[in-house]
């Protein structure tokens, strides 16, 4: 006798076995994404870039760090905040940007994203969409960056 299960027990079944493998599925595609954005402007070095990850959890930055060959200081704002405010959905990028704006003017780097110019933004969406952003950012020295320093 076969065992029948409500449509309902069923999507959280399936639900469960794709978040259990969410973060290898994430690690094991993520540099076929970074490919494709950004050889359009010839960056193939991974580690010349700042990064804003919305991860949902600590294994995805993990498998992405690994993934990618990343030095650890590269993850560090993702992980701060992530540790300090837990999984805010969406709105969490909006505090990833805020808080590598100030660590980039604390250390004194050059530009607003941890003394880069380019960087990326990665969000992930349910059946497993990766939103990914191209960021470009702005010198440390320009008006509207420094007129927010005491926000």
Request: aromatic residues 8%; charged residues 20%.
């Amino acid at each position: 006798m076969s065992m029948q299960y409500p449509v309902t027990c069923v999507v959280l079944l399936l639900g469960s076995c794709i978040f259990k493998n969410l973060p290898k599925m994430v690690g094991d595609n993520i540099e076929n994404v970074l490919v494709e954005v950004f050889s359009l402007i010839g960056i193939s070095d991974w580690n010349s870039l700042f990064y804003i990850v919305h991860p949902g959890g600590p294994k995805i930055l993990d498998e992405i760090q690994q993934n990618l060959g990343l030095k650890e200081e590269k993850l560090r704002t993702s992980r701060h905040v992530l540790s300090e405010y837990g999984n805010m959905v969406v709105p969490c990028v909006i505090f990833f940007l805020d808080e590598m704006r100030k660590k980039s003017m604390e250390e004194v780097k050059t530009t607003t994203g941890d003394g880069l110019e380019w960087g990326v933004l990665f969000g992930f969406e349910p059946g497993l969409t990766v939103e990914t952003i191209v960021l470009r950012s702005i010198p440390i020295d320009t008006p509207c960056v420094s007129a927010h320093d005491d926000a």
